[in-house]
Structures are given as C-alpha cells and as structure tokens.
T-cell receptor
C-alpha cells in the first residue's frame, strides 16, 4: 500500500537553529501537505503544495514539492520553543476520491 | 480555532459502556472524516462522509458506529470497546471529498478500561 516515510522519529535542536525534515514515498503523489500537532491538540495545516518543484513559505517555514513527486521537504528556520510538536507529512494521489496518506510524524524538541 | 469542534476532549469508559463522540464543523464543508491516532502509528482513516452519505468504511469493527445527521455534524457511537481502542480520535472536514486540505478538530482522548 501507499506509505509515507518520515525519519528520524525524533529530532532535538537548539533554539535558533534551522531544521529540515523530509518525507518520502515509493509512489507518486500529486499533493503534499505538512501538518503540525501540538500536545493534546489536533493537527493544524501548515503548508499545502500542489505542483512538482513548488516552493512555498509560511513565515519561518518553507516546504518544497520534490521534482520526482515522491518526496517533500519542510524547513524551519531560526527555531523557537513553540516550534515543538509533531510534524506530519501527508500526500494525495490523483483521483477525485483519493485519500490522504499520512506519515508517522517527526517529534521536534527545541532546547532553549 | 480551526472551525472543527470535538466533544468531549477526554473520555474514560468501561468495556461495557456506550458513549458517543461528537464533531461539529463551522466551515461549510461537505465532507467529514473520523481518524484514529495511536502512538507511533500514522493516522488511520476510519470513516468518510460526503454530503451526509457514508462513502468509505475502512474495515472498522462494528463496535464503532458513525452517524452524520447533517453536513455540519458527525458522531461516532461507541459500544463494547476493547482496551486497544484507546487512542486519540480525530474528526476532520474538507470542502469536498476530493479536496486536499483537511481541517482537524482537537480530538477526543479515549481511554477504555
């Protein structure tokens, strides 16, 4: 079945550092999404990508839709303590009723 | 405020109890979803409703019974659950079933004892 791979499971960085996460698949996806989930909350959509090669920013966050359509990257610049949480990638293939497939998520910790 | 509200936020129930989870969306969306989130696993899609019709049931045990009385409300009725059903249950909505951007509620943390 379709799977999205996110690794490592956890990342630890120092406040102020930049961090990059990627999401890969053996299948082609036509849409990539990045969500963040805070403890005890539901996932919140950060960035949506719709075209191969697309690079989109949202404040300190930048995400790219890989050229092969099998991967996506999320970069967070100048991290701050409130960036802690779980970052999920999600992808959707073609088809009007295709489902979103989620990765397992990466837990980000930011040391002050 | 995401526009998708779930109640209760936390629920502890015994294996013989019957309870219901509620989801309400204020976004004017036509599609609603139930997901199960367990530790260290990807989000698992349980049910999909489009225009109040159930369009997908991902092999979910019958002890979970969804109900969508209108496009703004979605329920998940629970009965005779097992401890392994303990998880965070997330409701989401999107403009239409094929629309990519899904918006999630805050979830209900369910513990089955």
């Amino acid at each position: 079945g379709q799977q999205l791979n996110q690794s490592p499971q956890s990342m630890f960085i120092q406040e102020g550092e930049d961090v990059s996460m990627n999401c890969t698949s053996s299948s082609i996806f036509n849409t990539w999404l990045w969500y963040k989930q805070d403890p005890g909350e539901g996932p919140v959509l950060l960035i949506a990508l719709y075209k191969a090669g697309e690079l989109t920013s949202n404040g300190r966050l930048t995400a790219q839709f890989g050229i092969t359509r099998k991967d996506s990257f999320l970069n967070i610049s100048a991290s701050i303590p409130s960036d802690v949480g779980i970052y999920f990638c999600a992808g959707r293939r073609t088809g009007a009723n295709s489902k979103l497939t989620f990765g397992k998520g990466i837990t980000l910790s930011v040391r002050p | 405020e995401t526009g998708v509200t779930q109640t209760p936020r936390h629920l502890v129930m015994g294996m013989t109890n019957k309870k219901s989870l509620k989801c309400e969306q204020h976004l004017g969306h036509n599609a609603m979803y139930w997901y199960k989130q367990s530790a260290k696993k990807p989000l698992e899609l349980m049910f999909v409703y489009s225009l109040e019709e159930r369009v997908e049931n991902n092999s979910v045990p019958s002890r979970f019974s969804p109900e969508c009385p209108n496009s703004s409300h979605l329920f998940l009725h629970l009965h005779t659950l097992q401890p392994e059903d303990s998880a965070l249950y997330l409701c989401a909505s999107s403009q239409d079933q094929g629309n990519t951007e899904a918006f999630f509620g805050q979830g209900t943390r369910l513990t089955v004892v």
